[in-house]
T-cell receptor
C-alpha cells in the first residue's frame, strides 16, 4: 500500500512537555508539509520541506520544529513554547513543491491536559 | 460559500439530489484549484482539480466549474449519497503557495 501515515492518531501532552508527531510517506514525494487545523478554520501551514535536509517556515511556525533527514519522513515537534497546541495536525506530501496536488495523512489530534 | 470562523457554512440535501458547494477566491493570479473532502476525524481526500486555463472539469459524479471573471469555484455532486456527508473545502495555488478555505459541511438526509 502506498500512502502517508501519521502516528499516533491521538496524543495527550502535559503543559511544558515537548511532543513529536510522526509523518511517513512511501509515495516517493519530494515535498512534505505540516498543517494545523482548528475548528471552523482553514488549514494553516506550519512548516514545509521541498527536499531532504531543507525546510522552510510556514505561516505559524512559532513553537514548532521539524527535521527532514530522510525523504520519507518529516517529523514535527510541538515544543512547550507553543502556547495553544491543542489542535488537529495534518501532514501532506506532493511530488514536488508548487503547483502539484498535496495528499494528506489521516491526522493526529493533540490535546494538552 | 467559504468563510473563516467558528461555524462552517452548511448545506443539507436529500439523498439522490444534486449538491452544489461554492468557493470564492480573491487572488486573480491563482492558477490551480483543488477540491478536498474531509470526513470527521480524518485527513482531507483529494476529489478533483482544475487549472485556470479551464472552466469545467468532470470526474466520477463530480464536476468543478471555474468562473475567473467573478473568482468563483463550485463543486457539483450528482445524485448525492449518505457517504458524501463531509466537509468540503477548496484550495488555491498562487505563486507556488497553497491556500485553503475553511470549508462547507454537507449533510445528506436519507
Amino acid at each position: 500500500d502506498g500512502g502517508i501515515t501519521q502516528s499516533p492518531k491521538y496524543l495527550f501532552r502535559k503543559e511544558g512537555q515537548n511532543v513529536t508527531l510522526s509523518c511517513e510517506q512511501n509515495l516517493n514525494h519530494d515535498a512534505m508539509y505540516w498543517y494545523r487545523q482548528d475548528p471552523g478554520q482553514g488549514l494553516r501551514l506550519i512548516y514545509y520541506s521541498q527536499i531532504v535536509n531543507d525546510f522552510q517556515k510556514g505561516d505559524i511556525a512559532e513553537g514548532y520544529s521539524v527535521s527532514r533527514e530522510k525523504k520519507e519522513s518529516f517529523p514535527l515537534t510541538v515544543t512547550s513554547a507553543q502556547k495553544n497546541p491543542t489542535a488537529f495536525y495534518l501532514c501532506a506530501s506532493s511530488t514536488y513543491g508548487g503547483q502539484t496536488t498535496q495528499y494528506f495523512g489521516p491526522g493526529t489530534r493533540l490535546t494538552v491536559l | 460559500g467559504e468563510s473563516v470562523g467558528l461555524h462552517l457554512p452548511t448545506l443539507s440535501v436529500q439523498e439522490g439530489d444534486n449538491s452544489i458547494i461554492n468557493c470564492a477566491y480573491s487572488n486573480s493570479a491563482s492558477d490551480y484549484f483543488i477540491w478536498y473532502k474531509q470526513e470527521s476525524g480524518k485527513g482531507p481526500q483529494f476529489i478533483i482539480d482544475i487549472r485556470s486555463n479551464m472552466d469545467k472539469r468532470q470526474g466520477q459524479r463530480v464536476t468543478v466549474l471555474l468562473n475567473k471573471t467573478v473568482k468563483h469555484l463550485s463543486l457539483q455532486i450528482a445524485a448525492t449519497q449518505p457517504g458524501d456527508s463531509a466537509v468540503y473545502f477548496c484550495a488555491e495555488i498562487v505563486n507556488n503557495d497553497m491556500r485553503f478555505g475553511a470549508g462547507t459541511r454537507l449533510t445528506v438526509k436519507p
